[in-house]
Nanobody, 115 residues
Framework: QVQLVESGGGLVQPGGSLRLSCAAS????????MFWYRQAPGKERELVAS????????GYSDSVKGRFTISRDNANNTVYLQMSSLKPEDTAVYYC????????WGQGTPVTVSS
């Protein structure tokens, strides 16, 4: 079955960096567009970044553009989110999503940006 397992979250100071990983299994990873979303306490889940199946096209929300980078390794069925210049408002649970015939979600990894 489809599985998405996020990792790499944690506590980081403002201005710091983190790299999130999402390990995928159970489907043809190189055929699927992949996405990172986040959900802050009391807020709706929002799209952060997207990447096409071969990694040729990427997209970012305005709030993270220039600070976050999405990438993928199709040989290892993993998608990454490199986050830099982190701000307290980046605090959220981060989820990866695979879009196949329907969306599949991971369980999320929490990121806290605080001094």
């Amino acid at each position: 079955q489809v599985q998405l397992v996020e990792s790499g979250g944690g506590l980081v100071q403002p201005g710091g960096s983190l790299r999130l990983s999402c390990a995928a299994s159970g489907f043809a990873f190189s055929s699927a567009a992949m996405f990172w979303y986040r959900q802050a306490p009391g807020k709706e889940r929002e799209l952060v970044a997207s990447i096409s199946n071969l990694g040729v096209s990427t997209g970012y929300s305005d709030s993270v553009k220039g600070r976050f980078t999405i990438s993928r390794d199709n040989a290892n069925n993993t998608v990454y989110l490199q986050m830099s210049s982190l701000k307290p408002e980046d605090t959220a649970v981060y989820y990866c999503k695979a879009l196949i015939l329907r969306p599949y979600w991971g369980q999320g990894t929490p990121v806290t940006v605080s001094s």
